[in-house]
């Protein structure tokens, strides 16, 4: 039986420039506080200590659907890249969940076609 599907060529993202839309939602950066963390341990006390405050706000005051404390909104990009967290690293760029972040937060609209093949691949 010969597969009849459509190949669908979603855009190419080269780098992450002035996009930031997986970190429009994050909140507060998904460090998990524990002296085992080396990159936690790494960070300068004032720096865990505004990630506690920011994490431990009450969501009247930061909902959970509120940008990760370290976006820079005017560069849309990380203020502090190279600290940040694991899953923030190994985030794959040009992903199906990258571009559904990117489609949500209208950085990149997709088409009809394109969101469909990138739901298949989630």
């Given at each position: 039986?010969r597969?009849?599907?459509?190949v669908?060529?979603?855009?190419?993202?080269d780098n992450?420039?002035?996009?930031?839309?997986?970190?429009?939602?994050?909140?507060?950066?998904?460090?998990?506080?524990?002296?085992?963390?080396?990159?936690?341990?790494?960070?300068?006390?004032?720096m865990?200590q505004?990630?506690c405050?920011?994490a431990?706000?009450?969501l009247?005051?930061?909902?959970?659907?509120?940008p990760?404390?370290?976006?820079?909104?005017?560069?849309?990009?990380?203020?502090?890249?190279?600290?940040r967290p694991?899953?923030?690293?190994?985030?794959?760029?040009?992903?199906?969940s990258?571009?559904?972040?990117?489609?949500?937060?209208?950085?990149s609209?997709?088409t009809?076609?394109?969101?469909?093949a990138?739901q298949?691949d989630?």
């Amino acid at each position: 039986m010969r597969n009849n599907k459509t190949v669908v060529r979603l855009p190419v993202i080269d780098n992450c420039d002035g996009c930031g839309a997986c970190c429009m939602e994050m909140r507060t950066p998904p460090f998990y506080p524990s002296p085992e963390d080396a990159r936690w341990a790494a960070l300068p006390a004032e720096m865990q200590q505004a990630i506690c405050h920011h994490a431990l706000s009450p969501l009247s005051e930061v909902p959970d659907a509120s940008p990760c404390l370290w976006f820079d909104d005017e560069r849309n990009q990380c203020r502090h890249y190279d600290l940040r967290p694991d899953i923030c690293r190994e985030f794959e760029r040009g992903s199906a969940s990258c571009h559904m972040w990117r489609h949500n937060t209208f950085v990149s609209l997709l088409t009809p076609e394109q969101w469909c093949a990138v739901q298949r691949d989630l």
